[in-house]
């Protein structure tokens, strides 16, 4: 028989679901107030960044998103007409390809950030201390949840 969850648990679970919703609402709004496009493409951005000139494959690009991934190809299509970012063939495996950021990736980025910053202050700044942010962040730490 599996355990049933406390009432507390229930309780940090919805609160846990009901900011991410409102913070990624928050963001995305503020993103397209500034004609930016939206959250996910930071993401792809960024970690495409990170990643160098030798960039990802797109299962690792999958692997290393925060949000979640359905339709990452098309969702790479159209940042790859944007000019964002650009498929390059994959020297361990001719039929693969990685996933490079370009220049123009890296200015956008580069300009979506002050609002993304600005929203994730505006959503945690005031409302937590310092020493509020580090014990949350060790506590959240402590939610391990296996891969599949």
């Not at 990624?24 to 160098?52: F, H, N, R, V």
């Not at 929203?119 to 939610?143: C, H, Q, V």
Request: aromatic residues 6%; contains cysteine; glycine residues 6%.
């Amino acid at each position: 028989m599996t355990k049933t969850p406390s009432q507390e648990t229930v309780k940090v679970w919805g609160r846990i679901f009901r900011i991410q919703k409102k913070a990624l609402a928050y963001t995305e709004k503020a993103l397209k107030a500034a004609q930016l496009p939206q959250l996910s493409w930071y993401d792809i951005l960024l970690e495409l960044d990170k990643a160098g000139d030798q960039g990802l494959r797109p299962f690792e690009l999958e692997h290393d998103l925060l949000l979640p991934q359905y339709g990452l190809s098309r969702l790479l299509d159209r940042m790859e007409k944007k000019g964002f970012l650009q498929r390059v063939p994959c020297p361990e495996d001719g039929r693969g390809h990685r996933i490079v950021i370009t220049d123009k990736g890296r200015d956008i980025r580069l300009k979506m950030w002050p609002i993304y910053a600005k929203a994730i202050e505006d959503i945690i700044g005031p409302n937590l201390s310092e020493n509020d942010l580090r014990t949350l962040s060790e506590l959240l730490a402590k939610i391990d949840i296996p891969e599949e």
